[in-house]
């Protein structure tokens, strides 16, 4: 058997059993469920539509001018509500009660209360200022179509100078957040798997037909694919939920941010799932796992906390500097690219970073594997794994 045959063989091998287990199912439904609860929830609190707001208007006059506000309340996210007073103190009065969250009398006053809508006064004044604008005008004999001429100008043509990081920046922290929960859950497969074949020796069977090299690669593989998948899942249907409700408007980069999020996953995945096989081929019990993978987990939460930190500022040094250290890069790299600040050389570089990374990680994690993987007992410690891989050359 080809050793690309052995490896093909295993892969295929994890993916059967995962896919056959409940766990996996059921935390792919779960979070599945999730994405769509959390895209749900936030569309229907995001978007409560125009905040209301009362006025209340004495006279022809502020009935009029109440009225013109009304014309232009979609532009400051208002809906108003024009009541009528007898007086202006009525109005007033109405207002300090809290009845009404401003008045317009005649005159140059607007009351309004202190708990208003933001929005309210900036309308209010801008109405008063245009029809006061309106009226000298007409007072010095322009006509009613020079008027609205006068006070209707062309827009001005508007220049965008950058990128509006809104969009780039919740992409960010959404594709970071993925990413970690997807690195570190099936870097744990990786770790709890290679502990059970241990511990209900089938590996020693698995072993009478491949090479310790070829059965970590093919675990690597197979259960890889499997990560990838769930979140191409996870994020493609949450965008579409997104998208069906209205409730994101995607950035120009989202399609260079999901293709570079799935390339440094599979660089991540890899760069760690190394670690996690051989910190579970070094113990014999799965209680033992959390205390030989707690370097690989602090390491994911580290640079998880580093990618959030730089989300704010992505051309920062802290975040140039990242974008070229192996066990940070997977998780700072898409960030910057959803808002635009990875420049190419910098992609290539840091893609270059990560495979000399993966490949002197998977020379050491596959001597640790085929040293320790036959072994029974009490864990081994860091420095004996090493003196074991070290070994390996004979």
Not at 19 to 42: D, E, H, K, M, P
Not at 66 to 87: H, I, P, V
Request: with cysteine; aromatic share 4%.
């Amino acid at each position: 058997m080809t050793g690309s045959r052995a490896v093909a063989l295993v892969a295929e091998r994890e993916i059967r059993e995962r896919l056959r287990g409940r766990a996996f199912r059921a935390s792919t439904i779960v979070l599945l469920l999730g994405v769509v609860g959390i895209v749900v929830f936030a569309a229907v609190q995001g978007d409560d539509g125009p905040t209301r707001a009362t006025v209340v208007v004495v006279g022809p006059g502020s009935e009029q001018l109440g009225r013109s506000a009304g014309a232009r309340q979609a532009s400051f996210d208002l809906r108003l509500e024009l009541r009528r007073a007898a007086s202006a103190a009525a109005a007033r009065r109405a207002v300090a009660e809290g009845d009404a969250d401003a008045s317009l009398a005649s005159g140059s006053t607007i009351a309004v209360a202190h708990d208003a809508p933001d929005g309210l006064l900036p309308l209010l004044r801008a109405t008063w200022r245009e029809a006061s604008v309106r009226s000298a005008l007409r007072a010095r004999g322009l006509s009613a179509d020079e008027v609205r001429a006068a006070l209707a100008p062309p827009p001005a043509r508007v220049v965008s100078i950058g990128e509006d990081t809104g969009g780039g920046q919740t992409l960010a922290f959404v594709g970071t957040l993925l990413l970690y929960v997807g690195i570190l859950t099936f870097g744990y497969y990786v770790a709890s798997g290679v502990v059970e074949e241990k511990g209900t020796r089938v590996v020693e069977i698995v072993l009478s037909a491949v090479r310790p090299a070829q059965l970590l690669a093919g675990k690597v593989i197979g259960i890889g694919l499997l990560g990838l998948a769930q979140l191409v899942a996870i994020a493609g249907l949450g965008i579409v939920v997104a998208l069906a409700l209205g409730s994101v408007d995607l950035p120009a980069a989202t399609t260079e941010t999901v293709l570079v999020s799935a390339v440094f996953f599979v660089l991540g995945y890899t760069f760690y799932a190394c670690g996690f096989a051989a910190a579970g081929a070094i113990v014999s019990r799965q209680e033992d796992i959390q205390s030989t993978t707690a370097p690989l987990a602090i390491a994911l939460v580290i640079s998880y906390l580093i990618a959030l930190s730089v989300l704010g500022n992505p051309d920062s040094t802290l975040a140039q500097v990242t974008t070229f250290l192996p066990p940070v890069a997977p998780l700072i790299v898409p960030a910057r690219a959803a808002q635009g600040a990875l420049p190419l050389w910098e992609l290539g570089l840091s893609i270059a970073a990560m495979a000399a990374g993966i490949a002197l990680l998977l020379v050491l994690g596959a001597r640790i594997y085929e040293r320790t993987i036959l072994r029974l007992g009490s864990p081994l410690t860091l420095a004996q794994a090493l003196r074991l891989a070290r070994s390996a050359n004979g």
